[in-house]
């Protein structure tokens, strides 16, 4: 008969990286649990545990380099809950000390742009409000936003789409024009394919998406807007910026909007590939750089609808290859089993979705499915694992128009899951968690509206907590209420009321155990822990 125990003086891990999987915990963090919340702005410039931006739906977002996340605009509440309803105010949120502070802009919505001249900061010099613009992050730390549905300088006097390129560098806390036009509703000026010039400009738009590659270029991709003899519909163009020469290059897609895709044979590029017209879809970029996209509202081979496709584009070769999903509008989604990859597991059609990028994985979280006016959005997450070329629904639901179940503020919780969206914005942490904030959906009742809620999905998996006894295999010992199982990781801190142990004869199983500092695990005679990764 033999008695393991294994104790640890540091910190060390018996397996991989832990996993989200179907039983990571989210954790609401901050927010409102209702919706249609006003904005407290607090002092300009300071953190305070009361300010909290208003509900929004189609911000933009960035995570900088010490690991803060920011939020610019939207379409939503301002510090009264009234008014013209795109907002240009700038927030910066700290994970550890979970406060936000309002940077710039105003508290006020409907306000228009405060150019200056182009290429120089100013401190008086600010974007107009708006929604659905598309946003980057260079090296040096400096935000980047381009475009979106909101208001110019004055000139126009009213809200439309916007070509005008912004940077701020958060050092000086100033708002620089870069590039594009200070008057909304602008043709784009395509110029020749695949060649940089000081004049090109993509026409006003919103709903496109971005990337930045590794050397610091500049991505934008389709979007509701306007084409280069001023029609007005979905748009399937690529275009690079490169910050070094201030000049925009029209590298692959259509000058003109309303284009069927051009899918070819699934899983093989060819240079007349295209996806079609899109606008609210989302996008990643691979370890590798090459430039994906999925879905939106837009074209498909033949017809106008909701999207499920999911494309690569290679700078290299300059070409797309359609990857994944249909080819048709308004594909029901095939869920499979949760946690599970499957060939045949697909999302459904939807626009306005989020997505992170972690380890090569590729991640794909809510949106709308509405087509024929009904409301119809999702709280689904899936995993997409570009070397098997397979989707897994991960969390969430199924079905449409989901409540959120909140839970206790601060407190992961296997029932916890934020309620059906679309809009909302996301980052990720340096440990790989996924955050998300926001969006226009279903807050803890079923009344749908503008939210402001904060979640984290947390790559740790199950912490012993050790309340009722030094049993492993009982739940009320782990966080949650659920025992680890053979596709989970288990944490073991230090410190907790019992310690844990696989009792006499017991066979249990987790895909990872973590034991911190000061903790331990006692195998008793046999008892028997698998660590199955």
């Known amino acids: 008969m033999r008695l393991l125990i294994l104790t640890v003086l540091l910190t060390v891990s018996l397996s991989v990286s832990a996993q989200i999987t179907p039983n990571s915990q989210w954790t609401w963090i901050s927010g409102?649990?209702?919706?249609?919340?006003?904005?407290?702005?607090?002092?300009?410039?300071?953190?305070?545990?009361?300010?909290?931006?208003?509900?929004?739906?189609?911000?933009?977002?960035?995570?900088d380099g010490a690991g803060n996340f920011w939020m610019f605009g939207g379409f939503g509440l301002d510090v009264r809950g009234s008014g013209q309803p795109y907002l240009n105010d700038l927030w910066e949120y700290n994970p550890p000390s979970n406060q936000w502070t309002w940077m710039n802009g105003d508290?006020?919505?409907?306000?228009?742009?405060?150019?200056?001249?182009?290429?120089?900061?100013?401190?008086?010099?600010?974007?107009?409000?708006?929604?659905?613009?598309?946003s980057w992050i260079d090296a040096a730390g400096n935000l980047w936003l381009?475009?979106?549905?909101?208001?110019?300088?004055?000139?126009?006097?009213?809200?439309?789409?916007?070509?005008?390129?912004?940077?701020?560098?958060?050092?000086?806390?100033?708002?620089?024009?870069?590039?594009?036009?200070?008057?909304?509703?602008?043709?784009?000026?395509?110029?020749?394919?695949?060649?940089?010039?000081?004049?090109?400009?993509?026409?006003?738009?919103?709903?496109?998406v971005s990337w930045i590659d590794g050397s610091g270029n500049l991505w934008l991709y389709g979007g509701v807007g306007y084409d280069n003899i001023a029609n007005f519909d979905d748009l399937n163009d690529l275009w690079k910026y490169d910050p070094t020469i201030n000049q925009w290059t029209w590298v692959n897609g259509d000058s003109t909007v309303t284009k069927f895709g051009v899918y070819g044979t699934q899983g093989i590029a060819d240079v007349a590939n295209k996806p079609g017209g899109r606008d609210a879809s989302v996008s990643w970029i691979d370890g590798t750089g090459n430039l994906w996209l999925f879905g939106g509202e837009g074209y498909t081979a033949s017809a106008y609808g909701n999207l499920n496709d999911l494309w690569e584009y290679n700078p290299a070769s300059d070409q797309w290859?359609?990857?994944?999903?249909?080819?048709?509008?308004?594909?029901?989604g095939v869920y499979g089993t949760q946690g599970v990859a499957a060939n045949t597991n697909n999302p459904g059609a939807r626009w306005g979705s989020i997505s992170w990028t972690y380890a090569n994985t590729l991640w794909l979280f809510g949106g709308d499915n509405t087509s024929g006016g009904s409301d119809a959005t999702l709280n689904d997450l899936w995993q997409y694992n570009t070397s098997t070329n397979q989707w897994t629904w991960i969390k969430g639901d199924n079905?449409?128009?989901?409540?959120?179940?909140?839970?206790?503020?601060?407190?992961?919780?296997?029932?916890?899951?934020?309620?059906?969206?679309?809009?909302?914005?996301?980052?990720?942490?340096?440990?790989g968690n996924l955050w998300l904030s926001s969006g226009q959906g279903y807050p803890a009742k079923d009344t749908a509206?503008?939210?402001?809620?904060?979640?984290?999905?947390s790559k740790n998996?199950?912490?012993?907590?050790?309340?009722?006894?030094?049993?492993?295999?009982?739940?009320?010992?782990?966080?949650?209420?659920?025992v680890p199982g053979p596709t989970d990781d288990a944490i073991v801190p230090g410190g907790t009321p019992w310690s844990a142990e696989i009792l006499n004869g017991v066979n249990t199983s987790c895909r990872s155990v973590?034991?911190?500092?000061?903790?331990?695990?006692?195998?008793?005679?046999?008892?028997?822990?698998?660590?199955?990764?």
């Open 461 to 482: 998996g199950f912490v012993w907590i050790g309340v009722t006894s030094t049993d492993w295999t009982v739940g009320s010992n782990w966080s949650g209420g659920v």
């Open 321 to 332: 290859t359609w990857m994944k999903g249909d080819n048709t509008q308004n594909q029901v």
């Open 32 to 63: 409102d649990s209702t919706a249609n919340q006003n904005g407290v702005y607090g002092i300009l410039g300071t953190a305070d545990p009361a300010n909290k931006p208003g509900g929004r739906n189609g911000s933009l977002s960035w995570t």
């Open 107 to 134: 508290s006020l919505n409907g306000v228009q742009g405060i150019y200056g001249t182009q290429g120089v900061a100013a401190a008086t010099n600010f974007p107009g409000g708006r929604a659905q613009g598309v």
């Open 399 to 431: 079905t449409t128009n989901q409540v959120g179940i909140y839970g206790t503020l601060g407190s992961a919780g296997l029932p916890n899951k934020p309620g059906s969206r679309q809009g909302s914005v996301s980052w990720i942490d340096g440990a």
């Open 449 to 457: 509206g503008y939210l402001n809620d904060i979640w984290t999905l």
């Open 514 to 533: 973590q034991i911190i500092t000061g903790a331990q695990v006692t195998v008793k005679p046999n008892g028997q822990l698998n660590i199955m990764h």
């Open 146 to 208: 381009f475009g979106g549905y909101g208001y110019d300088d004055g000139t126009l006097g009213y809200a439309d789409e916007l070509n005008d390129l912004w940077k701020y560098d958060p050092s000086i806390n100033q708002w620089t024009w870069m590039k594009g036009n200070s008057i909304a509703a602008q043709n784009g000026i395509y110029g020749i394919k695949g060649t940089a010039a000081a004049a090109n400009t993509p026409g006003g738009r919103q709903g496109a």
